[in-house]
Structure formats: structure tokens, C-alpha cells
């Protein structure tokens, strides 16, 4: 009968997921000098790394221009770690959410957490909402929005005094269309002919908004919760099996998952906050994490990290420099290019899937 | 003695007729047609045949509403549309009697308010009044019977390619004067913005290095930018100076990458001022963001301020061109 | 492990699936639930396995209310293969039987090498050692009852709560799972429908009839003629076979049953 690996000792599966994280360290640490390398505008590798040196104090000044300086400090740096960030953050939240409603097909916005955080943009952006706080006025309002929407989907979702699965979805739906209508009617209403595209370019997801104010929060977010839900990794496989599995094996399943889903929500609403809602990498990194090494979520937790941010440097990399290829200095919102990414990658992924599940008879 | 009454009578009368048939039709009021009907337009790249001045014309947007008015038109007129910057002071009596089609600046009026005019003819133009999206085309108002013009910038919408002088603004000039029948009128408007252009050129004199400009259309993320075929672009080419993405294949570019523009570092920023965002708002934001603080222009805050009617075809070209030229060179126009 | 239920009911919208259920259960015994669809077995196993809170009454686990102790160290002593069907993911045998770990790890203990042993030997005690990589999802039915109890023995629990575990499993798995748990040196309660594996294997029954229980006690008291019929509507005929004292349970239709009088 066929079989995953029959004769496979535990500790050589060990080394198998050591070797894997090492490795995907490996093509981290990589990627983030290649995305703070490379750019619209070309700046030779030595200039790059000599300027972070210098800001950072290991090197005097040196022989570049203003500019250049600040491309690669003020750009392109805090760009790269923002995606490191997010896209590791997005990752590990669609992990716990598809693990909190057992559902494959669940994503960081079914909640209608980004969909409450359109509205915090859309009043920012169109109304100058919270306008006293400057260029952080739209991530603050965003953030509001997120909170707003979860608290009202947490409050449907407990009518029947226990959060559910099916709870959950259907409230997260049903909230997040009203608020992506009141997002829609404020747009096409509105008497501000800019709007319209902005919040769209918004909810498509940038990185450009980046910088290192703006970097700490989110980091130390992702780190706190990365650490917490590691440590829950056990609580989690048991919960992705069934809620009787979790309640006998001594999971209080009801508590664990507000308390899950009040962390995922937050976390999701300082991603959008700072960066909009870039979708796929929350749906289909875990996907693409469990096909090859199974659901524990041991595992899947910091891969789907590592992977993630990967995914998102690279995406930002493309979103930034795709059109200098001809020319244009054109950015494309970096969600547009996760999706056109990531969706090929993703069919590849299914049908090599299918074909072994065929093979194994399930 | 009788003969010589009679030559004199008869010269008179042939004279007199001969004086009537010649009479230059410069004198005439513009109301009189005095084109040859029909006459045949090209609007984007579409002939529109019209058999006679139209009577009910609407015009949309404030450069489309100008350039009917600079022809004197406004008789043949039952409404006109402004997204937000009113007609010019030397219009405001032209167009006191003209209603309002919407006064909704943004959205633009939808097909109802349209019809609702009776019109037989709108001057407007795609992404002003003109989009796919809101349903309003020239294909659905000449389903309606309503033939339009279409202002030859925006044909880029439909895969026209644009041309990269000030020329198609005269065309359409010159095709309106067409199709009401006031060719004159439109030759003289032309002419004077030719002149005055050459004027300003002239006292520009000669630039050895182009001024490296930028235009901003606001954005923070990104840039609204202007590309080869925008009129931002063609102004600072006729002022001699180049816009740094004057050889991007695009005319307006909704969102460029700072990056390219910190290294293409720009000497001077054209910003326009609209009601929807003000060049002040604009500049704060330029001045908010600490990765461009390494370009020239804001360094040097050399900002050109223009009101937006001024980067738009139509009337006030020239003086957009003028107020340029004063702003860049501000020691050749004492 | 003394497991006793206090008159306890469980009442949901008025209605009353279980009724004032007393159960007196002694280390190591081999205990059936049975009775027919509906008769609030499966409410009644839930609650003592601390999903379902009692409406009335008291579970108590060695002395101790399962309520006023927390659902892990209820956990450490009580093991379960509930009804449910196992979700859309992948796991191996192996990652199924470790999670029978959890209620022993605390929040920052990691796997030791004694985890590994427990979870080796559980595989080995259910013959399925071969199968630790297989995805669970790919076994037969009588092969993931032999895991999930696998994963009740990684829990060292010495109750063991079993919701019908033989429903659609095919005969031969059926008496397979039946011999193995009856190998086992813990505490069983078990919910049948089978009267005759319930016969064969349980040292006492419990009947339970629309939330009461009508009778209980060694099988050959509680199965009875009489109380079959009165609880399951059919018309049956118990032999105890000689010398073994197994009981057999025949079964014989309405229809037929007319006809032989």
C-alpha cells in the first residue's frame, strides 16, 4: 500500500523539518538582500549594502548621492521588512483561521475584518477622518474599523452563548458585506472624483506606506503571536481534528477559540492597517504547507511564516520594478501580483496533489 | 443725355449686385451658418456627419464649455457641465442663461439628466464625462439621436493614439468651428493662441539644458504622474524644459514608484490646483514624506502652481503655457 | 477509577433526553450502555465525558465532580472515541496518536522521548506500528477505531468512554475491536446497539429507554424477553449457551413470529 514514508524513523523526520526551516532561513535571509538589491531604479549591490552599513554605523559616509541613500534606507529597506512582516503575519493568521473554523477554503477576510477596516480607509481617505494624525491617519482609522467589525461579528457569532465554526463564518460573512457595501455606496457617492480609486488601490494591498515608524508594531505583533500560537500548536491540531477531539483531549474549546479569534482579529487588523488587504497569501500559503508536510501544526505554523514572508518579498519585488521592463515607472498594487502569482503556483500545486491522492485511493 | 443716364443706371444696378454677391462673410453675426453643409468631423477616429448646426448643444467639463463659448456659441446651447472649476471671468456673461445640466460636480450627469435636455448634440470627452463604466458613450447618445464630439486627448481611452504637440487642441478648435459653421471664429481663436504661444517662446529665447520638470497629480503611496502624451507634458515642452517621464508610452500615469523619480531628481514640481485637492494639500504631502527629501525641486521648494484649467485642451492653454514660462524663467519676463 | 453518575438529567428545550440517570460504574469493569435510537445514550456519554454540562446532577471521577476540575485533568483520566467524524485534514497515524498527549503537556513541555515510547507501544498494543506514517484519512474504518484507541492508550487514561464505535464497521472488525478493547486493563464503558456483542463482552449493562434507565445489571438480567420487547419492539428469544454461559439473542420478526402461532 502506498504510503507517505513507511520506513521513516521519527528522528530522521526530525532532521527533515530542521533541514526545512534551515534551509527556508536560508532562502529568507537571501531574499531580503535581493529585495533591498533590486529596484526600479539600478543601484549597483556593494552601493546598497555599504548604505544600510553606514545608517546602521559600521562604516563611515561614503560616495553616494542623497537619493540613492534614501532609496535604499527609506525605501526599499523598510519595504522589504514590512513584507518579511506581513507577508509571515498574513500567513500564520489563515493558518489559525482555517484551524479555528476547520475549514480549508477560511482567510484572514472572511471575517469581515478587512472589510471593516475599508471603511476606517474610506472615511480617512474621503472625509479626513481622524485627520489630526497626520499620515498615520489612515492605518489608525483602518484599525478602528477592523476592531469595530470584530467586535460585532463576535458578538453575532456568540448569540448562542458558544462561538462556533459555522458561527463564526456566517457572521464574519454577513458582517463583512454590510460594511464592503457602506465601503461601496460611501465611493460611488461620493462628490470626490478621486475617491473611487484611491480606496480601491487602498483595499488591493501596498507596501509603499512603509516605513520604520510604522515597522515596530507590527514586528512586535507578529513575534508575540507567533510565539503564543507555537505554544498552542498541540490545542490547535486538536481543535483541526474535531471539537469533541479538542474538548476530550482537554481543550475548554469554546474558550479557546474566542480567545484565538479575538488575537487572530487583532493581528489581522494591524496587517490591513498598514498595508490593505493583500489576499492569497493568508488562503493559500497554509495550502501549499500542509500538502507537503501534513497538519500539525508544529510545523505548519513557522513555515508558513518563512514561506509567506518569502512570497511577499518576491511579490513586492515585481509589484515595484515589473514595468520598468518597459519603461513605465508604473507600480502595481503588490495584491495584484500575489494573486497573479500565486494562483498558477497554487493549480500546480492542487493537480500534483490530486494525482498522488488518485495514486493513494482516498 | 438719356444714354448716359442709362450707363450710369445700369452700372449702379450691376455694381450694386455685384457688391451684394461679394459682401465678405466676416461681417455676418455667427448665428448665420455659412458653412457648406454637410459637413464631416473626425471624433476619435469616427466620422460624424452633420447636416446642419446643431441647435441644442450640450457641453461637459469647463475646457469643452470655454472653447463653445470663445466661438460664441451659447445660443446654440440648452446646458453645460462643470466637474468643479466654474467657466472663466470672460465667459461668466456668455453662460448666465445656460442651465446647468447637473449641478452635481462628480459623478458626471448620467444618461437621464442627458436625455432630459433634449440635446442634438455634447461636446465632452472620455474619463471627463464620457466612460464605459457609467454607461454614458457617444455609441448610447447617437442611439438617441445625439451626435457627439469627442475631445481628441481623451481618445487615448480607446486605443487612439494621441499626438505629442499642442495640435489636437487646435484641431478640435477648429473642428467645432466646423460643425457650427463659425470656421472663421475658430481660425481667428487659434491663431491668437499660436501667437501668443510664439510670443512667449520667443521671450524664453534660447535654453541650453531643458529644466528637468515633474508634474504631480497628487498620490502618496504613489505618484499621479504625467506621461509623453499628457498635457502637462506638452506645456513644459513648449517652455523648453522636460518632463522626466516625457518619453514613458502613456499620457496620464495613475500611479508611479517614487524611486525613479528621487533618481531622476526633478528641478521643479508642476503641480495644478483643483477643487478636489488643493496644490497646497499636494505639497504637504510631498513635503510629508522623509524619502523624498532628496530631490531638487523640493528642496529649493521651486513649486509651479497652476490652476487646473490651465493643463487641460482647450481655451486657457496659452496662458498655462505663459504662467510656465513666467514661473521657470521668472528674469526673462521682467 | 470509580466513575459514578448522580442522578443526572440533561434537558434541552424543555425536553428531557436524559431523566434523573443513575450509574455506579467500579474500576476495571467492562460496562454496556445500551437502548435504542434515541434513547439518550449518546447525551449520556457525553455528559460524562464533560462535553455536555448535566442539567441536573453530578458526574463524579474518583470522588471528584468532573465539574470542579478542568477539562485537562478530566482528560488525564478519562480517554474517549467520540462519534464524530474526523475533519477535511491530513494527519498521519502517528500525529493522531500523539495528540493523545495533550492533556499531560503543560504550556511550554515539548515531545520527550518518553512521549514517543507511550505513543509507539499505544501503536503496537492495537497491532498498527506499521501504519505509524499512513495518512488517517486512508484507512478503513476498523483501522481508524484501532488508532483513535491507540491514541486513549497515549492518553494513559484509565477510563475509557466508547460512542458505538463498531457502527459501520464490517463484522470482522467488529469482534477485532470488541477482543482489543477487551484486552485492555482499564475501566470500559462502552455504547452498543449490538445486544449480542453487548452479551458477549460487557460484565454489566445499563438499559436505557427514552432517558431512563429501565434495568441494569449482568446481561443475562437485563436481557430478557420481556424487557426487549418492552424497550425495543421486537420479539426475541435469549439462549444461554452451555457450558461457556454465553448468552445468544435471537431475533425473530413480527411477521414471522404470526405466523408460527
Known sequence: MPSRDDSNPKSQRHLRFSTLLLVLSGILFLSIILGVSLGPVSIPINIVWNVVAYKIGFIPAGNWSAGVENIVWLIRLPRVLLAVVVGGGLAIVGVTLQALVRNPLADPYVLGISSGASVGAVLAIGFGVLASYGTLAISFAAFLGAILAFVLVYTLANLGKRITPESLILAGIGVGYIFTGITSYITLTSNNRQLAGQVLAWTLGSLARANWFDLSLPTLTLLAITVYLMLQARNLNALIVGDETASVLGVNVDVFRKWVFTLVALITGVMVAVSGSIGFIGLMIPHMIRFVVGSDHRKVLPLSVFVGSIFLIWADVLARGFHSAIDNPIELPVGVVTSVLGGPFFIWLMLKNQIKRRAENL | MKNRYLIALTTLVIISLLIGCTTPKGNESPSTSTSTYPVTVESCGEPVTFDAAPTRALSFDTNMTEIMLALGLENKMVGYWISGVPVGQEYQEQVKNIPLISTVTWPPPSLEEILNFNPDFAFGAWNYNFSEESGVTPEKLA??????????????????????????????????????????????????????????????????????????????????????????????????????????????????????????????????????????????????????????????????????????????????????????????FR | MKVQVNNVSWMVESQRIVDTVHLEIQSGEFVGVIGPNGSGKSSLLRMMYRLYHPTTGTIFLNGRDIWSISAKEVAQNEAVLPQESVSDFDFTVEEIVFMGRTPHKKLFDIDTKDDDEIVKNALSRVGMESFAQRIFRSLSGGEKQRVLIARALAQQANVLILDEPTNHLDIRSQLEILELLHSLKVTIIIALHDLNIAATYCDRLYLLQTGHVVAHGQPRDVLTPALIETVYGVHAEVEIRQPSKRLHIFFTPKRANKACT
Do not use: H
Open chain 2, 143 to 332: 442611439q438617441a439621436g445625439i451626435k457627439s464630439y469627442v475631445l481628441t486627448e481623451s481618445c487615448i481611452a480607446v486605443g487612439i493614439k494621441p499626438d505629442e504637440s499642442l495640435e489636437s487642441t487646435y484641431t478640435d478648435i477648429l473642428n467645432i468651428g466646423k460643425i457650427f459653421g463659425v470656421e472663421t471664429r475658430a481660425e481667428e481663436l487659434v491663431n491668437q493662441m499660436r501667437e501668443k504661444i510664439t510670443t512667449v517662446q520667443a521671450q524664453i529665447g534660447k535654453v541650453d539644458t531643458p529644466l528637468r520638470g515633474f508634474y504631480y497629480g497628487g498620490g502618496a503611496d504613489t505618484a499621479f504622474t504625467a506621461g509623453k502624451y499628457a498635457m502637462a507634458t506638452k506645456l513644459m515642452n513648449a517652455v523648453g524644459a522636460k518632463n522626466i517621464f516625457g518619453d514613458v508610452e502613456d499620457d496620464w500615469i495613475p500611479a508611479a514608484g517614487w524611486e525613479k523619480i528621487i533618481e531622476l531628481d526633478p528641478q521643479f514640481i508642476m503641480i495644478d490646483d483643483t477643487p478636489w485637492e488643493s496644490a497646497d494639500q499636494r505639497i504637504k504631502t510631498l513635503e510629508s514624506l522623509p524619502q523624498l527629501a532628496s530631490i531638487t525641486a523640493i528642496k529649493e521648494k521651486r513649486y509651479v502652481v497652476l490652476p487646473w484649467t490651465y493643463i487641460l485642451p482647450g481655451m486657457e492653454m496659452d496662458d498655462g503655457i505663459e504662467a510656465l514660462a513666467k514661473a521657470l524663467y521668472p528674469e526673462r
